[in-house]
């Protein structure tokens, strides 16, 4: 028996491939080429107006956190991390805007190979249920990094880890923010594999570490995060969401979309 929670996966992985699908009845009016640089795109595609209506003026502000008050007030290194200012409400606008921006830059050089999709639990809330809260993009062209060497995704990951929580913590304040905020964990998967993931075909990596993992050769200008949006009904209700075990995999069987091809 399918339960209300599988229905919901269901029905958010067939709206997610609406756009797919009201593109591919047009085929006729488009090359392959055309077609093919279509599905190569994310899903969501981030414009600069949607960025600031997501932006709230408590962004970044005074809230509770994953990290502790010590390393807060430690001094980060601006080239290896993205920060934000906890004492300022709306400080962290500008790195997010930045990141976006990279974001776009380098999904528009390499396309998919260069992104991953990005969730994150919160073992206080619900250990079962990892949020979608967007998309990671790292220049993985040596020649055209601004470090000196291509960044690993987890010291891709790493480098937003804090700008990456806090914004989930304002897309889903009910599930991630206030007291579920503590402890707050960032998981993985290929990117733009967001049906493969609702349909229990792939598992979940997390990405565990601090900022001291990651390498003088890295430069945060090499990475840009781009945040999932909520929009409608999924602000109250919330949007993509998944079920793992403790260790990514899915708990429940692999099972198809009707009519997805």
């Known amino acids: 028996q399918t339960s209300h929670t599988d229905a919901y996966e269901m029905m958010k992985a067939v709206i997610h491939l609406l756009p797919i699908a009201a593109f591919l ?3 006729y009016m488009v090359s392959r080429r055309t077609a093919t640089a279509f599905l190569n795109q994310p899903l969501f ?7 600031e209506l997501r932006l709230s003026a408590g962004f970044g502000g005074a809230q509770n956190s994953s990290g502790n008050s010590k390393a807060q007030k430690k ?3 601006t080239t290896k991390v993205r920060t934000i200012s906890k004492n300022s409400p709306g400080a962290g606008t500008k790195p997010l805007r930045t990141a976006a921006n990279t974001f776009d830059k380098i999904y528009k050089q390499h396309g998919k190979p260069c992104a991953h999709d990005l969730y994150v639990r919160s073992p206080s809330n619900d250990a079962s249920t990892f949020w979608f809260v967007g998309k990671i993009a790292r220049q993985i062209d040596e020649s055209q990094c601004s470090g000196t060497a291509v960044p690993t995704l987890q010291e891709a990951v790493l480098s937003h880890k804090r700008l990456i929580l806090e914004y989930a913590q304002t897309l889903r304040p009910q599930n991630l923010g206030g007291p ?9 998967a290929p990117g733009n594999s ?7 075909k792939l598992p979940l990596t997390q990405v565990i570490g601090s900022t001291v993992d990651i390498s003088e050769s890295f430069s945060v200008s090499d990475v840009g995060f781009n945040p999932e949006i909520y ?7 919330g949007g993509l969401r998944v079920k ?6 899915p708990i429940k069987p692999v099972f198809d979309i009707p009519n997805l091809k």
Do not use: C, M, P, Y
């Open 180 to 188: 579920f905020s503590k402890g707050l964990e960032v998981w993985t």
């Open 75 to 77: 001094s980060l290194d």
């Open 45 to 51: 595609v981030l414009s600069s107006h949607s960025l």
């Open 231 to 237: 929009v409608g009904e999924e602000i109250t209700k």
């Open 244 to 249: 793992r075990g403790e260790d990514g995999a």
């Open 25 to 27: 009845a047009l085929g």
């Open 194 to 200: 967001e049906i493969d993931v609702v349909q229990n």
